[in-house]
């Protein structure tokens, strides 16, 4: 940093007590890190040093030619709160001549005695130093008093250019330090503000827009309704939402309700009473009433029975259940989240799902975004799913990870983490090849088919391979019969 030109060897010229006044400042200086107590402190040596009745740190803004008060005190230490009181001409000379200025007998000295303040305080002796910031004056210390004191000599001139550079250097030095600080503090806001979702990971664009959404809607008491393909994250989505929300300390309880027999969904959610239906035993709470001052989560609501909807409908607008036999209703409050990856509202259209129930789970749809719609986010998906299943180091190479930036992944996140964990076992050497990358192939198959029957073929040994041979699960999965998959796979071995 570059200083005014001051020679190292004046120091000589500087007597005991200045040396002395200088070490106190450099030690002042090295232990404070605050702007504010910087400058009172230096106010205060500086009135010492002098002797001087009145002294004033005063900020100049070298594009308004303003000063304005940074800290002003007097020997006994009391502050002083207004500029006015001092000189505004001598801090205006200081900054003209860009070097530390001394005056004695303020009152007879021509140039000065006009000035009010000098008549006002009477005051005698005045000094003024120049503080700089880059080169360019920042500041500047004044310090005057009524009597004209030995200490105001030509001959502290010079302690005073040693005085000022102490004091801009380290100005300086806080406002790196501050300037670091806020930064900081910028950056830190600016990660808090990007929202974490608990679990989720993701910082693509539509991520950023989910978390904003459920942060907002988490602390409100509206239910839920989490739309979205299969293996999106809606479990996820909904575990945030109470996760984040004021219930976060109750409990969190999640139903699915996709391809259970109706009976026994409805004794889970609403409970029973001893001899309720054959097998009852004892009583049983329900989970609504386990959730109570929590919240529940509905998963794949898509699926219910129309009865089961109906007395969803009444816990939701009466926040009330009945156990299975009973008569009692006892009252339940809890915050309902539901989940589908199903078109709901056409389901309301072809009269299978309630309109009014729809309507009440609604209330706050979120779409949770599917993985080809953020594929951005692959890499960081695929670092964490390798961290949470392996302490080793292992990498993926760029061209395992272009094959799944192009890939449409319909089965969504759950399907990117099977696809790595097949990979994991596959690789070695710390790195996964596209050697080890293999897809759910129907996608590539549809691509790559030329006739109808070649694509009948590949679906079915596809399938085949995904559930074991397994013939009977293969052909539910088909929707064809055992039958019609061994004829195929005859007319496909006579062919090999
Ligand atoms: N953003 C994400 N970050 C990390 N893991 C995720 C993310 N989204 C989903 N997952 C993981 O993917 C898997 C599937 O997620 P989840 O069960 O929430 O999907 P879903 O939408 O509920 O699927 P389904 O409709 O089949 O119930 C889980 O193992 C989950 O931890
Ligand atoms: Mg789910």
């Not at 860009?98 to 000035?115: E, M, S, V």
């Not at 049983?284 to 219910?304: M, Q, R, S």
């Not at 539901?338 to 729809?358: C, H, I, S």
């Amino acid at each position: 940093m570059k200083q005014t030109s001051l020679n190292i060897s004046e120091l000589k010229n500087l007597s005991k007590e200045q040396y002395e006044a200088l070490y106190l400042l450099s030690q002042t200086l090295n232990s404070t890190s605050q702007k504010e107590t910087l400058i009172e402190k230096v106010v205060d040596i500086l009135i010492e040093v002098t002797n001087a009745e009145r002294g004033l740190f005063a900020k100049y803004d070298s594009k308004t030619f303003q000063f304005s008060l940074l800290s002003a005190r007097t020997f006994k230490k009391e502050k002083i709160s207004d500029l006015s009181t001092f000189s505004s001409q001598v801090l205006q000379q200081v900054v003209n001549q860009n070097k530390p200025i001394l005056y004695h007998d303020a009152q007879t000295n021509p140039k000065l005695n006009q000035f009010e303040s000098v008549q006002l305080h009477k005051i005698k002796s005045m000094l003024g130093v120049p503080i700089k910031k880059d080169e360019i004056i920042w500041g500047v210390i004044l310090v005057d008093s009524q009597t004209d004191r030995k200490e105001f000599t030509d001959k502290n001139l010079l302690f005073l250019q040693f005085f000022s550079n102490l004091v801009s250097i380290s100005l300086e030095k806080i406002f790196e330090i501050e300037n670091l600080f806020d930064e900081n503090l910028r950056l830190k806001n600016e990660l808090e503000s990007i929202d974490k979702i608990p679990d989720m990971i993701g910082n693509s664009k539509p991520m950023q827009e989910l978390s904003k959404t459920i942060h907002k809607v988490a602390n409100t008491e509206v239910n839920v309704l989490i739309l979205g393909e299969s293996g999106s994250g809606k479990d996820l989505v909904a575990r945030a939402i109470h996760k984040l929300s004021t219930r976060k300390n109750e409990n969190y309880l999640a139903q699915f309700c996709g391809s259970i027999p109706d009976s026994l969904l409805e004794s889970e959610l609403f409970g029973y009473m001893k001899g309720a239906f054959t097998g009852a035993a004892k009583d049983k709470k329900g989970l609504f009433e386990v959730a109570d001052k929590g919240t529940f989560f509905l998963d794949e609501i898509a699926d219910i029975s129309s009865a089961l909807q109906a007395k969803l409908l009444r816990v939701i607008e009466n926040k009330e259940i009945i156990r299975l036999g009973d008569t009692k209703v006892i009252k339940v409050d809890v915050r309902i989240l539901a989940a589908t990856n199903k078109d709901l509202k056409k389901l309301v259209e072809e009269g299978k799902f309630r309109e009014d129930l729809y309507y009440r789970l609604n209330v706050f749809p979120i779409k949770v975004p599917t993985l080809r719609e953020r594929k951005s986010d692959i890499p960081l998906l695929v670092k964490n799913f390798i961290e949470n299943s392996t302490s080793e180091n292992i990498k993926l190479n760029p061209t395992a990870l272009t094959i799944l930036e192009n890939y449409s992944w319909p089965g969504n996140v759950r399907q990117l983490n099977n696809v790595i964990s097949r990979a994991l076992i596959l690789s070695s050497d710390g790195m996964i090849t596209k050697e080890h990358i293999s897809l759910d192939n129907e996608q590539n198959t549809l691509d790559s088919s030329r006739t109808l029957k070649e694509l009948e073929e590949k679906i079915l040994l596809n399938r085949l391979e995904e559930f074991n041979g397994n013939k009977t699960l293969t052909a539910k999965s088909l929707d064809v019969s055992v039958r019609w998959i061994q004829k195929k796979m005859k007319e496909i071995n006579s062919k090999s």
